[in-house]
Structure formats: structure tokens, C-alpha cells
């Protein structure tokens, strides 16, 4: 069954710290993964997209890394601000065609000052 | 400013009353996407196009039902048939050609939140 796992669920972090957003994929033909920044109450916007044959990918304080072999990504971010706290959502594009995307359930970030 | 407007952003149903939710994109993308979130867990897919004219059923198209009459728009019908819409909605667009069009990001309105009067 293709899934996608995020972990943990929810985090605190006071603001200045970094922290590290985990997933684990099952989603087979793979395309590419994704992650998105999610407000309350906003649609997603999208971090990072890396294909099979990229293993890291950065986008200001926002690094993503992904191990094709251990089906595994990760999320890392430095230095965080207030405008951090968000839902976090790892994405799989699975090569079946069209643009179908498997989406994880999301990590909630709290920074709190 | 490019980008997808979604409207309204909150509403509300009545029982065995359809409602629509509008999805307009100036993006000149080709593809459009529909889906619903629910707490704790990830978007599921309702209906997507391709091309004008033309739509599919996602993983969830029971109860709903889209045209695509206009690249530009895309509404979404939540029907009767639907015993739970509440939800937040969210639609989406994508470019759809070239060869590198699987690694293009969808791009996201910012949701109609539907409730159940």
C-alpha cells in the first residue's frame, strides 16, 4: 500500500533552535518527494522538490535530505522564527501517470519565544 | 499577482442542499486538482483535469461532482449524496506538459472551510 509516515506528530521548539522533521515512504513506482508549509487556515506552499537522485535540497533556513534506499526524508530547520509554526507535509509523486501525489497526515510546529 | 483564488472561504450546508466551491487560477496551468482535508490526516484527491473539458475521479469522488469548462476554472459540487462534507477544501494547479511536468510543484488556493448547518 503506498503511505506516507511523518513523525512526530507535533513539536515544540523555542525560537533560535533548530529541529528535524522526519519521513518514511512506501510509495512505489517513486517519483519525487515534497515538502510543504502549511499556515493554519492557508493552503500548502511548496519547500522542496527532489527527485530519486537528489539527497539534499535547501531552501533558505529549510534543508530536506532523502535516502531513496531507506525510503527516508527529512526536514531540517535552522535558526527558527515565530513564522515557523506551522504544519509541515511530506508529499511522494508516485510515477503512475498523472501527477498523483500521496500526502502524509503533517508534523504541527509550535516555536514559541 | 498569479495564483488561485478559492471562494468562498467559509460555508455552510443544509441538509440535502447542494453547494458549489469556486476555483479560479490565472496561472495558465493545465491541470487542477480538488481535495479534501480532514483533521490528522493527509489531502485525499476528489476529481482532477488535465485539459479542459475532461476530468477523472480521485481517490474520494463519491458525493462530489466538477466541470472544467474553462482552463481557468474549476468548481467542485458537493452534492446530497455527500453524508460528511465537513471539511476544508483545497484545489490546485500544476503545469501538465514538458518533459519535466511530474516534478512540477502544485500550487494551492488557501481553502473553503465547509461546515454542516
Known amino acids: 500500500k503506498n503511505q506516507v509516515e511523518q513523525s512526530p506528530q507535533s513539536l515544540i521548539i523555542l525560537e533560535g533552535k533548530n529541529c528535524t522533521l522526519q519521513?518514511?515512504?512506501?510509495?512505489?513506482?517513486?517519483?519525487?518527494l515534497r515538502w510543504y508549509k502549511q499556515d493554519t487556515g492557508r493552503g500548502p506552499v511548496s519547500l522542496t522538490i527532489m527527485t530519486f537522485s537528489e539527497n539534499t535540497k535547501s531552501n533558505g533556513r529549510y534543508t530536506a535530505t532523502l535516502d531513496a534506499d531507506t525510503k527516508q526524508s527529512s526536514l531540517h530547520i535552522t535558526a527558527s522564527q515565530l513564522s515557523d509554526s506551522a504544519s509541515y507535509i511530506c508529499?511522494?509523486?508516485?510515477?503512475?501517470?498523472?501527477?498523483?501525489?500521496?500526502f502524509g497526515a503533517g508534523t504541527r510546529l509550535a516555536v514559541h519565544p | 499577482d498569479g495564483g488561485i483564488t478559492q471562494s468562498p472561504k467559509y460555508l455552510f450546508r443544509k441538509e440535502g442542499q447542494n453547494v458549489t466551491l469556486s476555483c479560479e487560477q490565472n496561472l495558465n496551468h493545465d491541470a487542477m486538482y480538488w481535495y479534501r482535508q480532514d483533521p490528522g490526516q493527509g489531502l485525499r484527491l476528489i476529481y482532477y483535469s488535465q485539459i479542459v473539458n475532461d476530468f477523472q475521479k480521485g481517490d474520494i469522488a463519491e458525493g462530489y461532482s466538477v466541470s472544467r469548462e474553462k482552463k481557468e476554472s474549476f468548481p467542485l459540487t458537493v452534492t446530497s449524496a455527500q453524508k460528511n462534507p465537513t471539511a476544508f477544501y483545497l484545489c490546485?494547479?500544476?503545469?501538465?506538459?514538458?518533459?519535466?511536468?511530474?516534478?512540477?510543484?502544485?500550487?494551492f488556493g488557501d481553502g473553503t472551510r465547509l461546515s454542516i448547518l
Open positions: 490546485a494547479s500544476s503545469i501538465d506538459r514538458g518533459r519535466g511536468r511530474l516534478n512540477q510543484p502544485q500550487h
Open positions: 508529499v511522494v509523486c508516485h510515477s503512475g501517470g498523472y501527477n498523483k501525489l500521496i
Open positions: 519521513c518514511n515512504y512506501t510509495v512505489s513506482p517513486f517519483s519525487n
